[in-house]
């Protein structure tokens, strides 16, 4: 017998704008030792889903409104609030998204680990904090916190990402749970940690052999720890199947749409790189900041070496892919070149110009020319703003319109990045993440740059919008013979729309070269842990590449 | 810690030295003077007093000497307690003002949280708008108006307390104390409502819920601490204005406390006394103020660790 048997669950969200079916009549089950996934984009409803299970959603305006879910034959929908209790403790447990917000940061994560033993609802169940704290070191040796014994005693902050979602992993261990719901357990994370996290989960539920249902819109993900696999969309299931079948024998039109989004192999566009002429030289490149937080201020330490030491070029015409993760410095390197970060030293050239050591006023004409996109959509457009103002402004700042003539500029701009002209009076706010993307870029190529840096431009978006977005990028890049540095932690997106690509770690660029050239034979090691930690969307390959990890 | 405890006082020097200069100058600015007043004393007494207190001398000059004595902790004596230096009245008033506003603190604290707290833990009922509104209310309802209704309520028609005095009969603290806890117990609840909101928002409270803890503890455990720091924050300016605003409340319930001598001392022209509470207040709010940051830091262990860094 399965030891969850969801069926005809249905979550509503009674909202001042009506009604928001959330989960709408879903049905599954899950076995121990088993691994479910529910699949699907952002607000298709798979984490209210779980998160009713456990009565973990705001009450109201959620509400359920119908469904049962059986955890080894009992309602978790209709317990009372101390059987609920009672489950949280011992039977279900939870891995959230964000390793980042889901530990308290004013208590030690030893603390955090043991309050479920310790303040057991149970009252035979109790453990002493010594028993308890027993427990919990031997659980954070065995998801790799190396010295546990010390790091006990640290807060959170003290870890990096990858760290504290082995703790957030313990956590959830600790009371030995049947079912474990990982929601987007890796999402927040680096390629190469998420590697390591999905290898950990699976061995874990393999020594444990719990239940897992495993949240994810990422189907690479999912191909390799799946046994079965749920797609929803729109608060319905869409497809239900073993995950072979899912990938190989897709039965449903929205499955295929999400697995034919997933970017892959090269770039079929031609090269760009039409002249040798080079638009952006950089030499020598150095961005540091302060230390803040190192206490033994060491000359060697004083500094947080952001960008070390970088050259490149960028050819007119090309699109440079810049790839690395999170602290690697790609981002410091963008906002560098564009004089957008204070540099230390070295020098930018633009079209021959040296842009380091001009000052704000001198690099107003140079502004025009080099722009910039943001990762985040939500906050980078001015939500005092409509759409009108916001491409209207660098327009007429930079003189390149008329207030006579602005609105037939604006128009031409949405039509560009495939906007209707009606929703020009509109606030962010009203606009869905890949729409306000599109903003975004329509505010870049409003000046008519030569340059264009975009960080991480569809790291926010859904897979289906990645795809639509990444198109879009390429066209406007062609149309408006536009180069590019595109910077982004994802390597399929990279290769999917690079001519050429560096990889970049620790402020320094530590391998570069045609992107196929560097896919098919990387030099350094760290460029081959990157490439082999990319998930692939195909059950078989990605069961023996986590296997071959 | 201790650097940064040093280095806000080091830059609470200039401060003080533009507080002093300030009122120094706007106190001799203002119409009239310490004795001009008293229409019935002779020229001659007033230029003998005017010698007496160094009044002849150019304005620049009573400056420098005054700051000589203030920087070795010597207000100069008061021009209208004779035979009283300024020291001894600020003696004399701070420890019943500082008892005033400590009791004060304790009912702000003690209403304003459990308002607040309890106010966030169910949002949008009646558990949230009742408190809300009486905070509306505490924050608009003057001293002045609370105190007289207060005396009026359980003072006179209920005859439970006595009407004034501090000390002299059991039970005359707590009127006074509550006149002037409840405009600040109105601003905590407020603050701490929308603190505890923030933090109980977070997802690590929602991973607190998913472990199964009671909902005390969360509360207890989990959200006080953060939920409260906007709170703690206050706590510097909240102190500093108790002891500064009291003299309202001093006045209704007849509380002889430094809040009294100010009010006097500023319709006296007594520039001594004035200048000494302005510059004794003014240290109070600047040690105050360091302490709730220190109180705030201390409560951060990120913050914590940081300012330890830079040690």
């Known amino acids: 017998?399965?030891?969850?048997?969801?069926?005809?669950?249905?979550?509503?969200?009674?909202?001042?704008?009506?009604?928001?079916?959330?989960?709408?009549?879903?049905?599954?089950?899950?076995?121990?030792?088993?691994?479910?996934?529910?699949?699907?984009?952002?607000?298709?409803?798979?984490?209210?889903?779980?998160?009713?299970?456990?009565?973990?959603?705001?009450?109201?305006?959620?509400?359920?409104?119908?469904?049962?879910?059986?955890?080894?034959?009992?309602?978790?929908?209709?317990?009372?609030?101390?059987?609920?209790?009672?489950?949280?403790?011992?039977?279900?447990?939870?891995?959230?998204?964000?390793?980042?917000?889901?530990?308290?940061?004013?208590?030690?994560?030893?603390?955090?680990?043991?309050?479920?033993?310790?303040?057991?609802?149970?009252?035979?169940?109790?453990?002493?904090?010594?028993?308890?704290?027993?427990?919990?070191?031997?659980?954070?040796?065995?998801?790799?916190?190396?010295?546990?014994?010390?790091?006990?005693?640290?807060?959170?902050?003290?870890?990096?990402?990858?760290?504290?979602?082995?703790?957030?992993?313990?956590?959830?261990?600790?009371?030995?749970?049947?079912?474990?719901?990982?929601?987007?357990?890796?999402?927040?994370?680096?390629?190469?940690?998420?590697?390591?996290?999905?290898?950990?989960?699976?061995?874990?539920?393999?020594?444990?052999?719990?239940?897992?249902?495993?949240?994810?819109?990422?189907?690479?993900?999912?191909?390799?720890?799946?046994?079965?696999?749920?797609?929803?969309?729109?608060?319905?299931?869409?497809?239900?199947?073993?995950?072979?079948?899912?990938?190989?024998?897709?039965?449903?039109?929205?499955?295929?749409?999400?697995?034919?989004?997933?970017?892959?192999?090269?770039?079929?566009?031609?090269?760009?790189?039409?002249?040798?002429?080079?638009?952006?030289?950089?030499?020598?490149?150095?961005?540091?900041?302060?230390?803040?937080?190192?206490?033994?201020?060491?000359?060697?330490?004083?500094?947080?070496?952001?960008?070390?030491?970088?050259?490149?070029?960028?050819?007119?015409?090309?699109?440079?892919?810049?790839?690395?993760?999170?602290?690697?410095?790609?981002?410091?390197?963008?906002?560098?070149?564009?004089?957008?970060?204070?540099?230390?030293?070295?020098?930018?050239?633009?079209?021959?110009?040296?842009?380091?050591?001009?000052?704000?006023?001198?690099?107003?004409?140079?502004?025009?020319?080099?722009?910039?996109?943001?990762?985040?959509?939500?906050?980078?457009?001015?939500?005092?703003?409509?759409?009108?103002?916001?491409?209207?402004?660098?327009?007429?700042?930079?003189?390149?319109?008329?207030?006579?003539?602005?609105?037939?500029?604006?128009?031409?701009?949405?039509?560009?990045?495939?906007?209707?002209?009606?929703?020009?009076?509109?606030?962010?706010?009203?606009?869905?993440g890949g729409q306000r993307q599109r903003i975004a870029i329509g505010r870049a190529i409003a000046t008519k740059p030569e340059l264009i840096i975009a960080d991480e431009p569809v790291s926010a978006l859904d897979v289906t919008i990645q795809a639509q977005i990444l198109d879009l990028i390429l066209e406007l890049v062609e149309r408006h013979n536009l180069t590019m540095m595109f910077i982004s932690h994802d390597l399929s997106v990279v290769r999917y729309i690079s001519d050429r690509v560096m990889i970049m770690n620790r402020g320094v660029i530590i391998e570069h070269g045609d992107t196929e050239t560097l896919w098919a034979s990387p030099k350094q090691r760290y460029t081959k842990e990157l490439l082999a930690a990319i998930p692939l969307a195909d059950p078989a390959a990605e069961r023996k590449r986590i296997a071959s990890i | 810690m201790y650097r940064f405890a040093i280095s806000r006082l080091l830059q609470a020097i200039p401060v003080l030295l533009m507080v002093i200069t300030v009122t120094f100058f706007l106190v001799h600015s203002a119409p009239g003077g310490p004795f001009s007043a008293d229409k019935a004393v002779p020229p001659e007494v007033i230029k003998a007093l005017e010698e007496q207190y160094n009044l002849n001398q150019p304005v620049w000059q009573q400056y420098l000497s005054y700051l000589g004595d203030v920087i070795q902790g010597d207000f100069g004596p008061s021009f209208k307690y004779p035979g009283r230096t300024v020291n001894e009245l600020i003696t004399a008033g701070l420890p019943i003002t500082a008892e005033l506003a400590f009791y004060a603190m304790l009912v702000a604290l003690g209403v304003g949280i459990t308002a607040g707290v309890g106010a966030s833990m169910r949002p949008n009922t009646m558990q949230d708008y009742l408190p809300m509104t009486g905070a509306m209310i505490g924050i608009c309802m003057p001293s002045f108006l609370l105190g007289p209704l207060l005396v009026l309520i359980f003072g006179i028609h209920l005859d439970w307390l006595p009407v004034s005095g501090w000390g002299d009969i059991p039970g005359d603290k707590i009127l006074p104390s509550i006149t002037l806890g409840t405009g600040y117990a109105a601003y905590i609840a407020r603050l701490s409502r929308g603190g505890m909101l923030e933090v109980l928002s977070q997802d690590y409270i929602r991973t607190a819920r998913a472990k199964g803890l009671s909902e005390r503890l969360i509360i207890v455990k989990h959200a006080l601490r953060g939920g409260l720091i906007p709170v703690v924050a206050f706590l510097g300016p909240a102190f500093a204005g108790l002891l500064a605003g009291s003299f309202v409340v001093e006045t209704i319930f007849q509380i002889p406390g430094l809040g009294r001598f100010y009010v006097q001392a500023a319709f006296n022209r007594d520039y001594t006394l004035i200048l000494g509470m302005t510059i004794f207040l003014s240290t109070l709010i600047i040690l105050f103020n360091l302490l709730s940051d220190m109180l705030a830091i201390w409560l951060n262990p990120k913050l914590r660790q940081e300012i330890r860094g830079t040690n």
């Open chain 1, 1 to 432: 017998m399965a030891i969850l048997e969801v069926s005809g669950l249905k979550v509503y969200f009674h909202t001042r704008n009506g009604v928001i079916k959330a989960v709408d009549d879903v049905s599954f089950s899950v076995d121990s030792g088993e691994t479910l996934a529910i699949v699907g984009e952002s607000g298709s409803g798979k984490s209210v889903t779980c998160y009713s299970l456990l009565d973990l959603l705001p009450k109201p305006p959620a509400k359920i409104e119908g469904g049962t879910a059986l955890f080894a034959g009992k309602d978790l929908l209709t317990c009372s609030s101390d059987e609920m209790r009672h489950h949280r403790c011992n039977d279900i447990a939870v891995i959230f998204q964000d390793p980042m917000t889901s530990l308290n940061p004013f208590l030690t994560i030893g603390e955090q680990l043991i309050e479920p033993l310790i303040y057991h609802p149970d009252k035979n169940q109790i453990q002493t904090r010594g028993e308890a704290k027993k427990k919990a070191v031997a659980l954070l040796d065995e998801v790799g916190i190396i010295d546990s014994q010390a790091r006990f005693d640290c807060y959170p902050h003290e870890f990096s990402g990858g760290m504290r979602q082995r703790v957030m992993i313990a956590m959830a261990l600790i009371t030995e749970p049947k079912l474990l719901i990982c929601d987007e357990p890796t999402t927040a994370l680096d390629v190469t940690i998420q590697a390591q996290i999905l290898k950990l989960i699976k061995k874990l539920q393999e020594t444990r052999n719990v239940a897992v249902i495993f949240i994810s819109h990422d189907l690479g993900v999912v191909a390799g720890i799946a046994d079965k696999v749920l797609v929803m969309c729109d608060g319905t299931i869409r497809e239900t199947g073993g995950t072979d079948d899912i990938f190989y024998r897709t039965q449903n039109d929205y499955t295929r749409k999400l697995l034919a989004a997933i970017p892959e192999g090269p770039k079929t566009l031609p090269n760009r790189a039409k002249s040798d002429e080079p638009l952006i030289e950089v030499t020598h490149l150095k961005t540091y900041f302060r230390n803040q937080l190192n206490s033994n201020n060491s000359e060697e330490n004083r500094f947080v070496k952001a960008v070390d030491n970088v050259s490149l070029e960028i050819a007119r015409g090309e699109i440079l892919g810049l790839v690395g993760e999170s602290g690697s410095g790609k981002s410091t390197l963008g906002r560098s070149i564009l004089q957008l970060a204070p540099t230390t030293g070295g020098s930018v050239k633009f079209s021959g110009q040296t842009l380091t050591g001009l000052n704000a006023k001198q690099l107003v004409p140079w502004r025009r020319k080099m722009q910039m996109i943001f990762q985040d959509p939500y906050a980078s457009l001015n939500p005092r703003m409509t759409v009108f103002e916001t491409l209207s402004e660098p327009l007429l700042y930079h003189g390149i319109a008329t207030k006579k003539n602005i609105a037939r500029h604006v128009r031409q701009l949405m039509d560009d990045v495939g906007l209707s002209q009606a929703q020009l009076r509109k606030y962010p706010h009203e606009f869905s």
